[in-house]
């Protein structure tokens, strides 16, 4: 499987027959970035715009996306030619042989309005299993202590998620990981330098996947 990193928590897992599911691509990704990209299924964490952004999803046209109800109401009468498909915290969906879980996320108190739904997700596809934090800024959603993934994908920015060092804390507590995966990060602070170093201390193995 490929992963592509685009910005703040913006992904793209590409399977080996060539499948496209999209995670997160929002406002901090330039539209013109994402021109000629085919995009089968997209998964939206939450409502704020660095997650959820009208102008990218027109561009990718994803097939179909998976939205809680905060972002469809928030769409309002803007069509989208993506079948729309509601999820909620709670739900195993198999989308197109995929499966994936959504939890709940604690976002922390920092933000100025807390979204209605802020999702996590648990994804198993192309035989590996990921794990996708979201705005994760207190430790919450699914128990993590018996969980192995191929992937754990972690916020590191501070503020509104997670900081390096409570990003490593968390990893730490999965009974295995095989690559922690750093998002949403601050490059004026050097959040992702400070997270690798300190997962290298901790034992962890990390990739760093760069932004497209």
């Given at each position: 499987?490929?992963?592509?990193k ?14 496209r ?7 901090m ?36 996306i ?17 079948k ?18 959504f ?9 100025s ?6 999702f996590g ?25 018996n969980?192995?993934?191929?992937y ?7 503020s ?9 804390a ?17 490059k ?6 400070r ?12 990739k ?5």
């Amino acid at each position: 499987m490929k992963i592509t990193k685009l910005e703040q928590s913006g992904f793209i897992l590409e399977t080996e027959s060539g499948y496209r599911l999209a995670l997160d691509i929002g406002s901090m990704t330039p539209v013109e970035k994402l021109s000629g990209q085919k995009i089968d299924a997209m998964l939206v964490s939450h409502v704020h715009g660095d997650h959820f952004s009208v102008p990218q999803i027109k561009v990718l046209v994803p097939k179909k996306i998976y939205l809680g109800s905060e972002c469809i109401e928030t769409l309002g009468e803007e069509t989208l030619s993506s079948k729309i498909i509601e999820a909620s915290v709670g739900d195993t969906l198999n989308i197109d042989g995929n499966e994936v879980i959504f939890f709940d996320v604690d976002h922390g108190p920092n933000v100025s309005k807390k979204p209605r739904e802020n999702f996590g997700f648990l994804i198993k596809i192309d035989g590996q299993k990921i794990y996708f934090a979201g705005d994760m800024f207190y430790e919450s959603g699914i128990d993590v202590s018996n969980l192995e993934v191929d992937y754990a994908l972690l916020p590191v920015g501070t503020s509104y998620t997670f900081g390096p060092e409570e990003a490593v804390a968390f990893a730490k507590k999965f009974k295995n990981i095989k690559n922690v995966v750093p998002m949403h990060s601050r490059k004026e602070i050097q959040t992702v330098s400070r997270f690798l170093e300190l997962a290298k201390t901790a034992g962890l193995q990390t990739k760093d996947f760069g932004i497209l």
